[in-house]
Protein backbone atom coordinates (compact mmCIF):
# COMPACT_ATOMS: atom_id res chain seq x y z
CA UNK A 1 0.00 0.00 0.00
CA UNK A 2 1.07 3.51 -1.05
CA UNK A 3 1.60 6.03 2.11
CA UNK A 4 0.07 9.25 1.51
CA UNK A 5 2.39 12.75 2.53
CA UNK A 6 2.95 15.99 1.46
CA UNK A 7 6.66 16.70 0.17
CA UNK A 8 9.20 19.10 1.23
CA UNK A 9 12.09 18.81 -0.88
CA UNK A 10 15.86 19.89 -0.09
CA UNK A 11 17.69 19.08 -3.03
CA UNK A 12 21.30 19.24 -2.31
CA UNK A 13 24.29 16.87 -2.87
CA UNK A 14 24.45 13.12 -4.09
CA UNK A 15 22.52 12.02 -1.04
CA UNK A 16 20.00 14.22 -0.81
CA UNK A 17 17.37 13.01 1.62
CA UNK A 18 13.19 13.75 1.05
CA UNK A 19 10.92 14.83 4.23
CA UNK A 20 7.58 14.62 4.56
CA UNK A 21 6.07 17.54 6.13
CA UNK A 22 3.87 15.46 7.99
CA UNK A 23 4.37 13.21 11.02
CA UNK A 24 2.61 10.52 12.75
CA UNK A 25 -0.09 11.41 15.14
CA UNK A 26 1.00 9.24 17.82
CA UNK A 27 4.96 8.49 17.27
CA UNK A 28 5.79 12.10 15.62
CA UNK A 29 7.78 10.49 13.16
CA UNK A 30 9.29 12.05 9.86
CA UNK A 31 8.65 9.76 7.18
CA UNK A 32 11.49 9.75 4.45
CA UNK A 33 11.11 9.18 1.24
CA UNK A 34 13.13 7.49 -1.40
CA UNK A 35 14.71 9.04 -3.56
CA UNK A 36 16.29 8.03 -7.36
CA UNK A 37 19.58 9.63 -6.27
CA UNK A 38 20.21 7.56 -2.82
CA UNK A 39 20.64 5.10 -5.41
CA UNK A 40 22.89 6.37 -8.39
CA UNK A 41 23.10 9.74 -10.67
CA UNK A 42 23.81 10.17 -14.38
CA UNK A 43 26.86 11.80 -15.14
CA UNK A 44 25.97 14.94 -17.38
CA UNK A 45 22.35 14.78 -16.74
CA UNK A 46 19.72 16.52 -14.59
CA UNK A 47 17.64 15.76 -11.57
CA UNK A 48 14.20 16.26 -11.97
CA UNK A 49 12.05 16.30 -8.76
CA UNK A 50 8.72 15.66 -10.75
CA UNK A 51 7.20 11.89 -11.64
CA UNK A 52 8.81 9.81 -14.09
CA UNK A 53 7.27 10.77 -17.99
CA UNK A 54 4.02 9.29 -19.56
CA UNK A 55 4.29 7.65 -22.49
CA UNK A 56 2.20 9.77 -25.17
CA UNK A 57 3.16 7.76 -28.58
CA UNK A 58 4.06 4.34 -30.43
CA UNK A 59 8.15 5.49 -30.02
CA UNK A 60 9.78 3.07 -28.44
CA UNK A 61 13.43 2.13 -27.43
CA UNK A 62 15.67 -1.01 -27.07
CA UNK A 63 18.71 -1.01 -24.18
CA UNK A 64 21.61 -2.46 -26.57
CA UNK A 65 23.65 -2.96 -23.60
CA UNK A 66 24.21 -2.62 -20.02
CA UNK A 67 26.11 -4.07 -16.85
CA UNK A 68 23.45 -5.10 -14.51
CA UNK A 69 25.30 -5.90 -11.92
CA UNK A 70 26.70 -2.40 -9.68
CA UNK A 71 28.61 -1.89 -6.86
CA UNK A 72 28.41 0.79 -4.48
CA UNK A 73 30.60 4.14 -5.61
CA UNK A 74 31.27 1.93 -8.88
CA UNK A 75 29.86 3.02 -12.91
CA UNK A 76 27.96 1.30 -15.49
CA UNK A 77 28.15 1.88 -19.18
CA UNK A 78 24.32 1.94 -20.85
CA UNK A 79 23.85 1.78 -24.39
CA UNK A 80 20.51 2.48 -26.28
CA UNK A 81 18.54 2.44 -29.30
CA UNK A 82 15.41 4.96 -29.86
CA UNK A 83 13.10 3.72 -32.70
CA UNK A 84 13.05 7.86 -33.99
CA UNK A 85 16.17 10.40 -33.35
CA UNK A 86 16.16 11.61 -29.30
CA UNK A 87 16.68 14.88 -27.57
CA UNK A 88 16.22 13.95 -24.39
CA UNK A 89 16.61 10.95 -22.20
CA UNK A 90 15.01 10.24 -19.05
CA UNK A 91 16.67 7.49 -16.42
CA UNK A 92 14.77 6.55 -13.13
CA UNK A 93 14.06 4.08 -10.72
CA UNK A 94 10.81 2.13 -9.68
CA UNK A 95 9.15 3.53 -6.38
CA UNK A 96 11.53 6.32 -6.27
CA UNK A 97 11.32 10.27 -6.60
CA UNK A 98 12.82 12.10 -9.47
CA UNK A 99 14.19 11.02 -12.62
CA UNK A 100 17.79 12.20 -14.39
CA UNK A 101 17.08 14.23 -17.80
CA UNK A 102 20.01 13.89 -20.02
CA UNK A 103 20.34 15.82 -23.29
CA UNK A 104 21.13 13.83 -26.72
CA UNK A 105 24.83 13.42 -27.77
CA UNK A 106 23.73 13.34 -31.27
CA UNK A 107 20.28 13.51 -32.58
CA UNK A 108 20.41 12.50 -35.56
CA UNK A 109 22.01 8.80 -33.73
CA UNK A 110 19.38 6.29 -32.91
CA UNK A 111 22.26 4.87 -30.72
CA UNK A 112 22.44 6.52 -27.09
CA UNK A 113 25.45 6.09 -24.28
CA UNK A 114 25.05 7.27 -20.51
CA UNK A 115 26.95 6.27 -17.56
CA UNK A 116 25.28 5.51 -14.13
CA UNK A 117 27.26 6.71 -10.99
CA UNK A 118 26.34 4.38 -8.26
CA UNK A 119 26.13 6.04 -4.72
CA UNK A 120 28.64 5.10 -2.30
CA UNK A 121 26.11 4.59 0.24
CA UNK A 122 23.57 2.62 -1.67
CA UNK A 123 23.32 -0.97 -0.08
CA UNK A 124 19.92 -2.20 -1.55
CA UNK A 125 20.58 -5.73 -2.70
CA UNK A 126 18.65 -4.51 -6.26
CA UNK A 127 17.01 -1.74 -7.82
CA UNK A 128 14.92 -1.58 -11.11
CA UNK A 129 15.43 1.09 -13.65
CA UNK A 130 12.72 2.59 -15.58
CA UNK A 131 13.85 4.22 -19.13
CA UNK A 132 11.88 6.61 -21.39
CA UNK A 133 13.27 9.18 -24.45
CA UNK A 134 11.66 12.08 -25.58
CA UNK A 135 11.95 12.53 -29.53
CA UNK A 136 12.41 15.23 -31.78
CA UNK A 137 7.92 16.12 -32.18
CA UNK A 138 8.04 15.81 -28.01
CA UNK A 139 6.90 12.30 -28.10
CA UNK A 140 7.29 10.37 -24.95
CA UNK A 141 8.06 6.97 -25.89
CA UNK A 142 7.14 3.69 -23.75
CA UNK A 143 8.90 3.27 -20.76
CA UNK A 144 11.15 0.07 -20.40
CA UNK A 145 12.64 -1.76 -17.13
CA UNK A 146 15.69 -3.51 -16.32
CA UNK A 147 16.69 -4.94 -12.88
CA UNK A 148 20.41 -3.87 -11.47
CA UNK A 149 21.99 -6.67 -8.69
CA UNK A 150 24.01 -4.69 -6.25
CA UNK A 151 27.61 -6.48 -5.47
CA UNK A 152 28.52 -4.74 -1.65
CA UNK A 153 32.52 -4.06 -2.38
CA UNK A 154 34.25 -1.57 0.56
CA UNK A 155 34.69 1.94 -0.03
CA UNK A 156 36.47 3.33 1.87
CA UNK A 157 38.15 6.93 2.45
CA UNK A 158 39.91 6.02 -1.05
CA UNK A 159 38.40 3.65 -4.29
CA UNK A 160 39.14 3.17 -7.35
CA UNK A 161 36.44 0.79 -9.59
CA UNK A 162 36.50 -0.31 -12.61
CA UNK A 163 33.57 -1.68 -14.81
CA UNK A 164 32.99 -2.88 -17.93
CA UNK A 165 29.91 -3.91 -20.21
CA UNK A 166 30.27 -7.85 -21.41
CA UNK A 167 32.72 -11.11 -19.84
CA UNK A 168 35.68 -10.68 -20.06
CA UNK A 169 39.11 -11.03 -17.53
CA UNK A 170 39.71 -7.15 -17.13
CA UNK A 171 41.53 -6.08 -14.59
CA UNK A 172 42.38 -3.19 -12.41
CA UNK A 173 45.68 -2.34 -11.30
CA UNK A 174 46.82 0.78 -8.54
CA UNK A 175 50.61 1.59 -8.17
CA UNK A 176 50.72 4.12 -5.40
CA UNK A 177 53.27 6.78 -4.91
CA UNK A 178 55.65 4.39 -3.20
CA UNK A 179 55.64 2.04 -5.78
CA UNK A 180 53.49 -0.84 -3.85
CA UNK A 181 51.25 -2.13 -6.54
CA UNK A 182 47.65 -3.54 -5.73
CA UNK A 183 46.44 -5.91 -8.61
CA UNK A 184 44.93 -9.77 -8.38
CA UNK A 185 48.48 -11.38 -7.34
CA UNK A 186 49.02 -8.95 -4.36
CA UNK A 187 45.52 -7.88 -3.38
CA UNK A 188 46.89 -5.23 -0.41
CA UNK A 189 49.56 -3.00 -0.20
CA UNK A 190 51.51 -2.54 2.98
CA UNK A 191 49.64 0.61 2.99
CA UNK A 192 46.49 -1.56 3.28
CA UNK A 193 44.73 -0.77 -0.06
CA UNK A 194 42.54 -3.50 -0.84
CA UNK A 195 41.52 -5.27 -3.92
CA UNK A 196 38.26 -6.92 -2.91
CA UNK A 197 36.31 -7.71 -6.53
CA UNK A 198 38.23 -9.29 -9.06
CA UNK A 199 35.67 -10.35 -11.48
CA UNK A 200 36.14 -13.27 -14.23
CA UNK A 201 39.19 -14.26 -13.47
CA UNK A 202 40.77 -16.48 -16.22
CA UNK A 203 37.63 -16.50 -17.78
CA UNK A 204 35.95 -18.28 -14.98
CA UNK A 205 32.56 -16.40 -15.46
CA UNK A 206 30.90 -14.55 -12.94
CA UNK A 207 29.10 -11.85 -14.84
CA UNK A 208 29.59 -9.22 -12.60
CA UNK A 209 32.50 -7.31 -13.97
CA UNK A 210 33.21 -4.72 -11.65
CA UNK A 211 36.53 -4.64 -10.29
CA UNK A 212 37.04 -2.58 -6.37
CA UNK A 213 40.27 -1.01 -4.86
CA UNK A 214 39.74 0.44 -1.69
CA UNK A 215 41.02 1.71 1.49
CA UNK A 216 39.91 0.45 4.60
CA UNK A 217 39.80 2.87 7.74
CA UNK A 218 43.09 1.28 9.51
CA UNK A 219 44.71 2.00 5.93
CA UNK A 220 47.19 4.48 5.15
CA UNK A 221 46.50 7.23 2.43
CA UNK A 222 49.99 8.11 1.12
CA UNK A 223 50.45 11.91 -0.76
CA UNK A 224 51.77 11.73 -3.72
CA UNK A 225 50.90 10.01 -7.64
CA UNK A 226 49.27 7.13 -7.90
CA UNK A 227 49.33 5.25 -11.41
CA UNK A 228 45.83 3.79 -12.57
CA UNK A 229 45.83 0.75 -15.12
CA UNK A 230 43.26 -1.58 -16.87
CA UNK A 231 44.47 -4.51 -18.76
CA UNK A 232 42.80 -6.45 -21.04
CA UNK A 233 44.47 -9.80 -18.74
CA UNK A 234 42.15 -12.76 -21.05
CA UNK A 235 39.82 -11.53 -24.02
CA UNK A 236 37.13 -14.13 -23.34
CA UNK A 237 35.33 -13.57 -26.64
CA UNK A 238 37.61 -11.17 -29.25
CA UNK A 239 34.26 -11.02 -31.20
CA UNK A 240 32.93 -8.60 -29.46
CA UNK A 241 34.37 -5.11 -28.12
CA UNK A 242 34.06 -4.05 -24.47
CA UNK A 243 33.67 -0.18 -23.62
CA UNK A 244 35.00 0.13 -19.44
CA UNK A 245 34.71 3.15 -17.16
CA UNK A 246 37.34 3.51 -14.39
CA UNK A 247 36.59 6.30 -11.24
CA UNK A 248 38.10 7.88 -8.38
CA UNK A 249 36.30 8.61 -5.21
CA UNK A 250 38.21 10.49 -2.35
CA UNK A 251 36.03 11.18 1.05
CA UNK A 252 32.72 10.08 -1.43
CA UNK A 253 33.95 12.79 -3.37
CA UNK A 254 35.34 12.26 -7.42
CA UNK A 255 38.45 13.85 -7.83
CA UNK A 256 40.75 15.44 -10.66
CA UNK A 257 42.87 12.75 -12.61
CA UNK A 258 45.25 13.46 -15.15
CA UNK A 259 42.60 12.32 -17.64
CA UNK A 260 38.90 12.62 -16.79
CA UNK A 261 36.45 11.33 -13.84
CA UNK A 262 35.06 8.74 -14.61
CA UNK A 263 37.25 7.74 -17.71
CA UNK A 264 35.69 5.53 -20.30
CA UNK A 265 37.61 3.83 -22.40
CA UNK A 266 36.92 0.85 -25.03
CA UNK A 267 38.94 -2.19 -26.23
CA UNK A 268 37.82 -3.34 -30.00
CA UNK A 269 37.35 -6.75 -31.68
CA UNK A 270 40.53 -8.61 -31.91
CA UNK A 271 42.15 -7.27 -28.90
CA UNK A 272 44.91 -9.17 -27.66
CA UNK A 273 45.18 -10.87 -24.50
CA UNK A 274 48.27 -9.35 -22.47
CA UNK A 275 48.19 -11.41 -19.12
CA UNK A 276 49.50 -8.94 -17.55
CA UNK A 277 50.73 -9.08 -13.89
CA UNK A 278 53.49 -7.24 -11.79
CA UNK A 279 55.72 -5.86 -14.28
CA UNK A 280 51.97 -3.92 -15.71
CA UNK A 281 53.57 -0.68 -15.95
CA UNK A 282 56.40 -1.77 -18.82
CA UNK A 283 53.82 -3.44 -20.89
CA UNK A 284 50.84 -0.67 -21.40
CA UNK A 285 50.31 2.92 -20.64
CA UNK A 286 48.52 3.90 -17.57
CA UNK A 287 44.81 5.21 -18.39
CA UNK A 288 45.30 7.92 -15.90
CA UNK A 289 47.31 9.44 -12.66
CA UNK A 290 45.87 11.22 -9.61
CA UNK A 291 47.31 13.02 -6.60
CA UNK A 292 46.96 12.95 -3.36
CA UNK A 293 48.73 15.85 -1.37
CA UNK A 294 49.67 16.22 2.30
CA UNK A 295 46.47 18.26 2.52
CA UNK A 296 44.48 15.40 0.94
CA UNK A 297 46.20 12.35 2.79
CA UNK A 298 44.24 10.54 5.59
CA UNK A 299 46.49 10.84 8.56
CA UNK A 300 47.26 7.41 10.13
CA UNK A 301 47.09 6.79 13.67
CA UNK A 302 49.51 4.07 13.95
CA UNK A 303 52.56 3.65 11.66
CA UNK A 304 51.60 -0.53 11.99
CA UNK A 305 51.73 -2.08 8.37
CA UNK A 306 48.68 -4.66 7.79
CA UNK A 307 49.98 -8.04 7.23
CA UNK A 308 49.41 -8.96 3.78
CA UNK A 309 46.17 -11.06 3.10
CA UNK A 310 46.68 -14.87 1.77
CA UNK A 311 45.94 -14.95 -1.82
CA UNK A 312 42.62 -15.83 -3.20
CA UNK A 313 42.13 -19.42 -5.15
CA UNK A 314 41.36 -16.39 -9.01
CA UNK A 315 44.59 -14.67 -7.91
CA UNK A 316 46.73 -17.91 -7.39
CA UNK A 317 45.17 -19.32 -10.76
CA UNK A 318 45.78 -15.95 -13.14
CA UNK A 319 49.69 -16.51 -11.51
CA UNK A 320 49.85 -19.48 -12.39
CA UNK A 321 49.02 -18.92 -16.22
CA UNK A 322 50.67 -15.77 -16.26
CA UNK A 323 53.94 -17.46 -15.83
CA UNK A 324 52.85 -19.93 -18.57
CA UNK A 325 52.61 -16.70 -20.96
Given at each position: MKLKFLRCLSLAFVTVLVFSCSKD???????????????????????????????N????LEI?????????????????????????IFVGAVDKIGFYELESQNNSDLNQNFILKINQLNHESSFTLQLAYLDANNNVSETIYVDLFVTIVGTGALQVSL?????????????????DHIYYSNPQSNNG???DLDSNPGCSIDGINNENIFYPDNAIIEAGTYFVYVDMYSNCNPDIATNFVTSVYLNGVEIPT???????????????SNYGGSDIA???????????TEGMARASQSERKLQPKILTPSARMKM??????
Open positions: DDNDEIIVEPTVNQLFNIQNATLQNADFPTRSDVNLNINTHVIPGGTSYATIETSTPAQKSFDNDKDIDLHLIEPNGGYLSTQNPFTGNFPNGFPSDIAPIFSFEIIESNSH
